[in-house]
């Protein structure tokens, strides 16, 4: 490789790794696992049951992809946190479907549901319910989610960060 392509391809790198919003691709996904696991609680409640347990590889496919468009990331590190995200999406829509039966079932408005006992006794409500299969479903939602969370590259732009890479 030529001494100007080489420099070419550096100045792209560099450019496509600036372009990087890590912050932006985080809060994304966050919100994006906050909107997904409320729309899981309300399938549930409307369903009813655990039918719809196939919808948090929805939520993780939702969160890569957030992290994807308003991240534009290119290193692991956004990989990373869109698993993590996608991880915590199926406990924190288990939360939601119990904090929604316990309002319905109760009748109780939900500013009551804001207190340490009762959130403590729906945690262990979710942790006591897991089972294998959603563990299945979370594992797929963290595959989802890290395989869009990275932006996809031109055979241009993979070469450049190669190269950045190896020198």
Known sequence: MEQDEKQRNYALAEE???EQAMVAAM???????ILGSGIYAVTALVVGGDSVSVLVIGIGAAIGLS?????RGITTDFT???SLLAALSYPVAKFFTIALYTVKLERIPVTDLF???????MVNWVLSGLRLVDLLFC????????????????HDEGQAIRTYERR
């Open 80 to 82: 990373v946190v869109a």
């Open 139 to 154: 594992l797929g939602a963290i595959g989802a989610a890290a395989f869009l969370s990275k932006r996809r590259l031109s």
């Open 16 to 18: 496509l790794l600036d």
């Open 27 to 33: 809060v994304s996904g966050f919100i994006t696992m």
């Open 115 to 121: 207190n340490v006992n009762r959130i403590m006794s």
């Open 67 to 71: 992290m994807q468009y308003l991240g």
